[in-house]
């Protein structure tokens, strides 16, 4: 998988502000395991440029810090 | 300390813990986890005083699914927040068993706006008649709300044929309530049910109460309502038409042929098709000419229903020759 080198430009994003530390919610739930902590900030981020857009990391993130933007051929 | 086993400990630990943040992983990771075992510090962290916390010991008792759990959720029923209220009686809607019809009956007794409108609510997934008694004193609430889910209650409840007390609720202030009150006349069977919706039928001033109260008579299939409906065959708002002329697709009366006939030529297709379908089961011979000029209709429906009804009609005719 390619990794990323543009955060913004992915589709999973993470308000760090909001993200849990010891929180591993949405990176036990991503079906193709491209979420990971930064260990520098203990902060969720998309790691891999591969998404299937199915959402349970979005839904079961506690604090509602995860935003999918789903391509819009997609909708 | 609960008993619990050395996988789910740290988080039990944590749940104790005084910093939100930390509550908030540990109540998702033994949600996650899903043990059975974890039920006990779920059900005290339905009292966590963080409502996020509360949602997601909600969701993760839900989804255990054990019966011991339908108290304690009960009690979320009267938060005031409304996402857990929500989320407590989507989880109750699922875990409530006729065993529980006593403890929501008490619930009711309970002088709190959310409790009574949940429990009302929860009456309908039990069905039992022993509730009609104290749904009955809601007819009469001050809140519009209350009065509206107790209507929609009473038509869930088995064996209860007849409820003089909610017919005054078809004079209701509150569109909302009439709208309810006219899809339960439906299934009573009190004497003035009839008369009452009838009259909602051609008076109301909100369309979706005489669309309603058409709807309604479909189900009693009185032949005394015909004139009632002939008139709300002419009502302004194409919906009542429509489910009028439904509704006399039950009750066949060779009165209503003229108005059927002009509704054949009505600007919506919905009626066009099922004035048509009601004069083929009347199956009167003298309507076929006005059936065959629809069979150019512009909508496919209305051109395959009016051939069924002239196909209908021919049939009959050919038998009784015969």
């Known amino acids: 998988m390619a990794l990323t080198t543009q955060r913004v430009d992915v589709p999973v994003i993470v308000d760090e502000s909001k993200c849990l530390e010891k929180c591993n919610a949405c990176i036990e739930v991503c079906p193709l395991d491209v979420l990971v902590k930064n260990p520098e900030t203990g902060k969720a981020y998309m790691k891999y440029d591969e998404c299937w857009f199915c959402l349970p990391c979005e839904k079961e993130c506690p604090t509602n810090a995860i935003t999918v933007q789903i391509p819009f051929l997609l909708r | ?322």
């Not at chain 2, 255990?64 to 009267?78: D, Q």
């Not at chain 2, 959310?114 to 009609?132: E, F, G, P, S, T």
């Not at chain 2, 009165?255 to 006939?261: A, E, K, N, R």
């Not at chain 2, 919905?270 to 076929?288: E, H, K, Q, S």
Request: glycine share 2%; charged share 25%; aromatic share 6%.
């Open chain 2, 1 to 322: 300390m609960l008993n619990v086993n050395d996988e789910l400990k740290p988080w039990v630990e944590m749940l104790q813990s005084t910093t939100v943040e930390d509550r908030l992983v540990a109540v998702k990771t033994l949600q996650y986890i899903g043990d059975e075992s974890a039920i006990a510090p779920l059900i005290q962290a339905l009292k966590d005083e963080d409502t996020n916390v509360q949602k997601i010991a909600i969701t993760a008792i839900w989804e255990l699914t054990n019966p011991i759990a339908v108290k304690p959720l009960m009690g979320c029923l009267r938060s005031p927040d409304p996402e857990v209220r929500e989320e407590a009686l989507s989880a109750l809607k699922e875990l409530i068993a006729p065993a529980d019809l006593l403890m929501l009956l008490d619930a009711l007794q309970e002088d709190n706006f959310y409790m009574q409108l949940n429990v009302l609510i929860l009456l309908r997934k039990i069905h039992d008649a022993q509730a009609l008694p104290y749904v009955i004193p809601f007819f009469e609430s001050e809140k519009a709300e209350l009065r509206e889910a107790a209507i929609i209650t009473l038509r869930y409840l088995n064996q209860v044929e007849t409820c003089p007390p909610a017919l005054a609720l078809i004079d209701d202030e509150v569109a909302n309530v009439r709208r309810e009150t006219t899809l339960t006349f439906g299934y009573l069977k009190d004497e003035e049910v009839i008369e009452l919706l009838c009259e909602a039928l051609t008076d109301d001033p909100d369309w979706q109460v005489r669309r309603n109260a058409a709807q309604s008579l479909a189900l009693h299939q009185d032949s005394s309502t015909i004139s009632w409906l002939k008139k709300a065959l002419t009502d302004e708002h194409w919906q009542v038409r429509k489910f009028s002329a439904r509704t006399l697709q039950t009750i066949a009366d060779e009165s209503v042929i003229p108005t059927l006939i002009k509704c054949l030529t009505d600007e919506y297709s919905d009626i066009r098709r099922d004035a048509a379908i009601a004069l083929g089961n009347i199956g009167n011979p003298d309507v076929l000419n006005a059936l065959q000029q629809t069979l150019d209709d512009p909508d496919a429906d209305v051109r395959i229903f009016s051939q069924r009804a002239i196909d209908k009609i021919q049939q009959q005719q050919t038998a009784l020759n015969q």
